[in-house]
């Protein structure tokens, strides 16, 4: 028998994947915006290659609204299994990562898709509505405990290894008390001009999960008697995680750090701005909850570490306390011997700190941005 050619066999995944927003219209559906993912090696191995099939498509589509998928895989040619060279089976591979429902007919699920009423609304609450450049978008704002935010969070799951750098998988078995820790954000745009009579007028763009640990704040500061006449440390509370359930503790009543963990804006709408306005919405929520005495990150890649200080930036900027930061000039930095005195009033600091309720390596970030930008 000949030697297979692999590359004959061989298409590159990211390639063969194509994801589609799609719409229901008068006898079938229409594809509103067509994309590829950035990623593909945590689903089809480092090297982002499947084997056995010419002419590879995997397509699949989204219902704009509901995020309800389907997926078709199509091809021109199979490969025959020989010996232990066999086609790589897509379906037991991406069974791992989206619902069963996605892998039924194509017909059902066109079907299934003009069925969905036009009144529906995203799961959990409006939280905020916007508009910019004549168009209407909404934060609607969940908790991964409720089933419908969980149903459409596993519906768009397989995104995060295809455009989120080691972005992990929520476990969506925990038990409910674990669930109720992760709040879920969704970025819709809202076309009721646009959408045809008996269409949802959503179009999903985004969605952010945030997570939150308990804040573990000492009652009263710690006290040496042989450091009493030196000014006190600021406090840097630890995480301290522990195991609910306890009787009557609810974590949404706890004192908390809120860590924005997957934030996604889908690569249609990119560039455009809505990766700033959502995450400011995010953090306007945060900041005025009570509960949250910090806003953090998971592991921002740089792309969110750019957004992320352009707008935390902005934010402190509309602060006249913030504004009114200035350098000590007096600082002498030396290689050797004593610490220098610090540039900046660390309590003035902190107190800012705290009132925008930033973690304190990011806000010692922004202080030095913000005091560079003052150098002429
Ligand atoms: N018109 C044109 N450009 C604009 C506008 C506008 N109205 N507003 C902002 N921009 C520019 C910004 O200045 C910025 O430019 P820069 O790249 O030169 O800095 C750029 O557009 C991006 O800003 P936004 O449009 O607000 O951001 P976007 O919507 O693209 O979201 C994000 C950024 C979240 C990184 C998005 O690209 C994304 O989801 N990427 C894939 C997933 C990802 O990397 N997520 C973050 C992982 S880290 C984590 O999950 C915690």
Not at 181 to 199: C, I, M, Q
Not at 248 to 267: A, E, K, M, T, Y
Not at 336 to 363: S, T
Request: hydrophobic residues 35%; aromatic residues 12%.
């Amino acid at each position: 028998m000949a030697a297979v050619d692999v590359a004959d066999w061989s298409a590159d995944s990211n390639d063969a994947v194509h994801i589609s927003l799609i719409k229901p219209v008068e006898g079938g559906v229409k594809p509103l915006h067509t994309f590829h993912p950035k990623m593909s090696y945590s689903i089809f191995g480092d090297e982002e290659s499947i084997f056995g099939y010419q002419g590879l498509k995997i397509n699949l589509k989204y219902n704009a609204s509901d995020m309800r998928p389907g997926l078709q895989i199509t091809y021109s040619k199979k490969f025959k299994t020989v010996g232990e060279t066999s086609p790589t089976d897509l379906k037991a591979i991406l069974e791992n990562y989206l619902p069963k429902t996605a892998f039924g007919k194509t017909k059902d699920y066109e079907t299934s898709i003009t069925q969905i009423a036009p009144d529906w609304k995203p799961p959990g609450e409006l939280y905020r509505t916007s508009e910019s450049g004549g168009q209407t978008f909404e934060v609607w704002k969940g908790c991964l405990a409720d089933l419908a935010v969980q149903q459409l969070v596993k519906r768009i799951q397989i995104l995060v290894p295809m455009f989120i750098e080691g972005g992990t998988f929520i476990e969506l078995k925990d038990p409910e008390w674990s669930l109720e820790r992760w709040t879920v954000f969704f970025l819709y745009n809202k076309r009721s001009a646009e959408a045809a009579p008996g269409v949802s007028p959503y179009v999903f763009m985004g969605y952010a999960t945030v997570y939150r640990y308990f804040y573990y704040q000492p009652l009263t500061p710690p006290t040496s008697p042989s450091n009493s006449s030196k000014k006190a440390p600021i406090e840097r509370p630890a995480t301290l995680d522990f195991q609910l359930p306890i009787s009557g503790v609810s974590f949404s009543d706890l004192p908390c750090r809120s860590r924005i963990s997957q934030f996604l804006i889908l690569p249609p709408f990119q560039g455009g701005g809505h990766g700033a306005r959502f995450y400011n919405t995010i953090f306007d929520f945060y900041l005025a909850e009570p509960q949250t005495l910090e806003i953090t990150v998971e592991d921002p890649n740089e792309a969110f570490d750019d957004l992320r200080d352009l707008n935390d930036l902005a934010r402190l900027r509309t602060d006249p306390e913030f504004t009114n930061l200035r350098m000590n000039t007096n600082v002498t930095v030396r290689s050797k011997g004593p610490a220098p005195k610090d540039i900046v009033d660390p309590e003035q600091v902190d107190k800012l700190r705290k009132k925008f309720k930033i973690a304190p390596r990011q806000f010692s970030r922004l202080v030095e941005m913000y005091l560079l930008s003052l150098i002429p």
